[in-house]
Nanobody
């Protein structure tokens, strides 16, 4: 399985970006897909997960109401729509995937995911 993340860039505070994670080798429908981020000097942080079973996605509190994860089965791609961006959102964003289901208590653990993309840099200026 390969994951290709794209869509990062430089945006002003309050702006929007949409990240894409294109998967190959497996369908996104068969995997639980997550987004993580790592800010300079900080540990990697879980952002959001869309489980293989569908249903309501999961978000870290800091992005609830601003970020939306979605899945396009036809394009075999997962998206992270990021609105009302803040300087604190500046980070390298990584997409991750797990074969099959992930239980709720494990969605935020990096170790729950089997595959990782290369990361895309998001910079939010104040």
């Amino acid at each position: 399985v390969q994951l290709q993340a794209s869509g990062g860039g430089l945006v002003q505070s309050g702006g929007s970006l949409r990240l894409s994670c294109a998967a190959s080798g497996r369908t996104v429908r068969s995997m639980s897909m997550g987004w993580f981020r790592q800010a300079p000097g900080k540990e990697r942080e879980w952002v959001s997960t869309y489980r293989s079973s569908g249903g309501n996605p999961y978000y870290v509190d800091a992005v609830k109401g601003r970020f939306t994860i979605s899945r396009d089965n036809a394009k075999n791609t997962v998206y992270l729509q990021m609105n009302r961006l803040e300087p604190e959102d500046t980070a390298v964003y990584y997409c991750a995937a797990r074969d099959g289901h992930v239980i709720t208590s494990q969605v935020s653990r990096a170790g729950s995911y089997d595959y990782w993309g290369q990361g895309t840099l998001v910079t939010v200026s104040s």
